[in-house]
């Protein structure tokens, strides 16, 4: 504003003065008076301030034309160094102007270019598509783009795509908009699609190796939704792409477990639970949407982006059902072949203990008629010897049958080492080394097959020396950490620890050393360590051998212990007192051993009353209970083919008495009534093969418990 008003002034200033200049040259044109020497002073005064405005004015004007040079510098700079290239057309696209940037694209100077046609910087296949396109794009450039090759002066081509506005200024002084130039950008976009095209060609690239592998193939995002899938899984799950994009993946890819069909856990869920450390591998049962049931592998791990941020999953899967049917296959033909060298093994030795029997019998036939008693009597014995042989081989096949579980109690095992040790290697060659430590923990298990697991590893470690030697057994504590065993889980176990310096296993042997009735030994069944690794594994222990041939082995057993749990103190035995008899009934449905008890029990001096089914035992025991005389125990074979069982009978007969006495007795261990008899309301069994002295034994210590009780 100051400069302006400055300005104004001065013009004023100098009208004033030319007025003034021309009235006072009329004056003297008619008078030739002198001119007054005051006005003569004040004219060469004003004259000098006007001098120096105008000298003002000057400098103001060359400081603005400076300034004015400066900013069209500036301006010609920006537009000719833009990273853009700039064109200003006609309507006829004849080049009115254009910038460096663009004189660089197409290898050409600024001044060729203008006064051109725009169309000769285009490639000759495009220059008719820039013909064709240009009058639409002039009259109306806003929100229109079009994509040509350049032609460079070198013969190389770039792709540029183009877009425009309508110039400001006026061509040839018009208003008419129409006649304004256009302003068009030129981009150099060659890079961007010869990475687009890289692009396309590996997503192509990708597109054929899916389909070309035979595992199927899902991607999803980080929320589970699949954006991709492959052929082979489109044919695996029943989903194509198009229906499956934008689903939950466990719609599309349906997995169950194999034996409870419970929906298996989210693979995606598990990789994004584990911020992707490691890829989730599981097998399950896939539902494809027909219907069909295939088993299938699958492995998920996470997609990462350039940063390492987790963009989603993807899960590969395999059908695997013809691979687990094989392998089913191979696991069924090898347990036929194992079961048929049990099946050969059994034979083989029942054969030769039912000769022993049936011989020694026989002969005991001939000295009775002889009159040679006492001669019968031994073979009688001897007989006897093998029914007690055939009853041991029969308890180790039964440790291999499903249920029997052990009959377990808090033990302590220094005891139960001890006794082994002693009896295992009586008048063997070799000697038994027992580290037994005080403080050992208790386990709950059953003493008899913990005895017969010690025997068998004694004795294979005793064979294994066939000179003698030194076998060394030692109980230790082990607090298993999580993590620092493959073989057992975290806690509390007692090991037992067997080692012989003897022959040692093959490594081509060590694998089957655990099948029943594979032996290397000329003397041996076969059954020993079959028996032992089945015995801790329904302790729920584990059994692990190491072994060096010619240096010998080492059997790790680990039985899960009770720290502070104590064993419980064995029972005071009274001095034998004779008992009064007892009525005892029996039932059993096998008419040779009913005799054998009932001769047995008759001879211990007891009444006896013999039946071989339920119904016929409900009715002997109420008829008994009605006279006033009954049964003091009642004996009861657990199954009756065809007949109410044991179990039954039991049940009926505690609903009329519950605190009658029952035992239970049977020839098969998969009954869980012989594993937890008191569960049943049983107060004894008493497992078959049964000898005359398990018998006597089993009902005089029922009677001592019930003059104890008394």
């Known amino acids: 504003?100051?400069?302006?008003?400055?300005?104004?002034?001065?013009?004023d200033r100098s009208t004033a003065l030319r007025l003034r200049a021309e009235r006072m040259l009329a004056g003297r044109?008619?008078?030739?008076?002198?001119?007054?020497?005051?006005?003569?002073?004040?004219?060469?005064?004003?004259?000098?301030?006007?001098?120096?405005?105008?000298?003002?004015?000057?400098?103001?004007?060359?400081?603005?034309?400076?300034?004015?040079?400066?900013?069209?510098?500036?301006?010609?700079?920006?537009?000719?160094?833009?990273?853009?290239?700039?064109?200003?057309?006609?309507?006829?696209?004849?080049?009115?102007?254009?910038?460096?940037?663009?004189?660089?694209?197409?290898?050409?100077?600024?001044?060729?270019?203008?006064?051109?046609?725009?169309?000769?910087?285009?490639?000759?296949?495009?220059?008719?598509?820039f013909h064709a396109r240009y009058r639409a794009f002039f009259n109306d450039p806003s929100g229109k783009s079009m994509e040509l090759r350049l032609r460079r002066s070198d013969g190389e081509a770039l792709v540029a795509r183009l877009t425009a506005t309508r110039a400001l200024e006026v061509v040839g002084g018009t208003a008419?908009?129409?006649?304004?130039?256009?302003?068009?950008?030129?981009?150099?976009?060659?890079?961007?699609?010869?990475?687009?095209?890289?692009?396309?060609?590996?997503?192509?690239?990708?597109?054929?190796?899916?389909?070309?592998?035979?595992?199927?193939?899902?991607?999803?995002?980080?929320?589970?939704?699949?954006?991709?899938?492959n052929r082979a899984a489109e044919e695996l799950t029943g989903w194509t792409l198009d229906e499956s994009a934008g689903r939950a993946l466990t719609d599309v890819l349906a997995l169950v477990d194999e034996s409870s069909r419970r929906p298996s856990p989210s693979a995606v869920v598990q990789v994004l639970a584990s911020a992707g450390a490691a890829a989730?591998?599981?097998?399950?049962?896939?539902?494809?949407?027909?219907?069909?049931?295939?088993?299938?592998?699958?492995?998920?791990?996470?997609?990462?982006?350039?940063?390492?941020?987790?963009?989603?999953?993807?899960?590969?899967?395999?059908?695997?059902?013809?691979?687990?049917?094989?392998?089913?296959?191979?696991?069924?033909?090898?347990?036929?072949?194992?079961?048929?060298?049990?099946?050969?093994?059994?034979?083989?030795?029942?054969?030769?203990?039912?000769?022993s029997i049936a011989g020694n019998m026989g002969l005991a036939q001939i000295h009775l008629q002889d009159d040679e008693l006492a001669d019968a009597v031994a073979l009688v014995t001897d007989a006897e010897r093998a029914a007690i042989r055939a009853r041991g081989l029969t308890r180790q096949l039964l440790t291999f049958a499903k249920g029997g579980a052990p009959v377990r109690e808090v033990v302590a095992l220094?005891?139960?080492?001890?006794?082994?040790?002693?009896?295992?290697?009586?008048?063997?060659?070799?000697?038994?080394?027992?580290?037994?430590?005080?403080?050992?923990?208790?386990?709950?298990?059953?003493?008899?097959?913990?005895?017969?697991?010690?025997?068998?590893?004694?004795?294979?470690?005793?064979?294994?020396?066939?000179?003698?030697?030194?076998?060394?057994?030692?109980?230790?504590?082990?607090?298993?950490?999580?993590?620092?065993?493959e073989l057992v889980g975290p806690g509390p176990y007692v090991s037992i620890v067997v080692t012989d310096h003897g022959v040692g296993i093959l490594p081509e042997n060590r694998e089957r050393i655990f099948d029943p009735f594979f032996t290397t030994k000329q003397r041996g069944s076969g059954l020993g360590l079959a028996s032992a690794y089945s015995i801790v594994r329904k302790h729920g222990g584990r059994i692990r051998v190491d072994s060096v041939p010619g240096e010998g082995s080492v059997f790790t057993i680990f039985l899960p212990a009770l720290p502070q749990a104590s064993p419980r103190p064995a029972a005071h035995v009274e001095p034998a007192i004779p008992a009064k008899p007892w009525r005892i009934l029996v039932m059993d449905d096998e008419p040779m051993i009913a005799g054998v008890a009932d001769q047995v029990l008759k001879k211990g001096g007891h009444e006896v009353t013999v039946v071989d089914e339920g119904e016929a035992a409900i009715k002997a025991w109420t008829a008994a209970r009605e006279s006033g005389r009954p049964f003091d125990l009642v004996i009861l074979d657990l199954t009756i083919p065809g007949g109410m069982g044991g179990k039954e009978v039991a049940a009926r007969l505690r609903l009329m008495q519950p605190d009658f006495?029952?035992?239970?007795?049977?020839?098969?261990?998969?009954?869980?009534?012989?594993?937890?008899?008191?569960?049943?309301?049983?107060?004894?069994?008493?497992?078959?093969?049964?000898?005359?002295?398990?018998?006597?034994?089993?009902?005089?210590?029922?009677?001592s418990a019930d003059r104890g009780g008394a």
């Open 1 to 11: 504003m100051s400069g302006d008003a400055n300005r104004s002034s001065t013009e």
């Open 29 to 129: 044109r008619g008078q030739e008076s002198p001119v007054p020497a005051a006005d003569v002073t004040a004219l060469v005064h004003d004259l000098s301030v006007h001098q120096i405005e105008l000298e003002i004015q000057n400098e103001e004007l060359r400081e603005a034309q400076q300034s004015l040079a400066r900013s069209r510098d500036d301006f010609a700079r920006l537009y000719h160094q833009a990273p853009v290239g700039y064109a200003t057309l006609d309507p006829n696209a004849m080049v009115l102007q254009a910038n460096e940037t663009l004189a660089a694209m197409v290898r050409r100077e600024v001044s060729s270019l203008v006064g051109s046609a725009f169309a000769d910087c285009f490639a000759d296949g495009d220059r008719a598509v």
């Open 176 to 229: 008419d908009r129409a006649a304004r130039p256009l302003l068009v950008v030129v981009h150099d976009v060659t890079e961007a699609h010869r990475a687009s095209a890289a692009l396309q060609k590996e997503k192509e690239l990708l597109a054929v190796t899916l389909r070309g592998i035979g595992d199927g193939v899902i991607a999803t995002d980080v929320m589970g939704r699949v954006s991709l899938m």
């Open 280 to 355: 989730v591998t599981c097998r399950a049962l896939l539902l494809a949407r027909g219907g069909t049931e295939r088993v299938v592998a699958t492995v998920a791990a996470p997609m990462r982006g350039e940063e390492g941020v987790i963009l989603g999953v993807v899960l590969a899967f395999r059908d695997i059902s013809e691979e687990t049917r094989l392998n089913r296959e191979i696991e069924r033909m090898a347990k036929l072949d194992s079961l048929g060298v049990m099946a050969g093994g059994i034979a083989h030795d029942f054969n030769n203990l039912l000769t």
């Open 414 to 485: 220094p005891p139960i080492v001890a006794e082994a040790a002693a009896l295992a290697l009586s008048g063997a060659r070799s000697r038994c080394q027992v580290d037994a430590p005080d403080g050992t923990w208790a386990v709950h298990a059953d003493p008899g097959q913990v005895a017969q697991v010690l025997h068998n590893l004694l004795l294979n470690a005793d064979q294994a020396m066939p000179g003698g030697g030194v076998v060394e057994l030692a109980l230790r504590n082990v607090d298993v950490q999580p993590g620092a065993s």
């Open 661 to 703: 006495r029952a035992v239970a007795t049977s020839g098969y261990s998969t009954d869980p009534v012989m594993a937890n008899h008191s569960d049943f309301g049983f107060v004894a069994r008493l497992p078959k093969p049964y000898s005359v002295r398990d018998l006597r034994a089993i009902v005089a210590e029922l009677q």
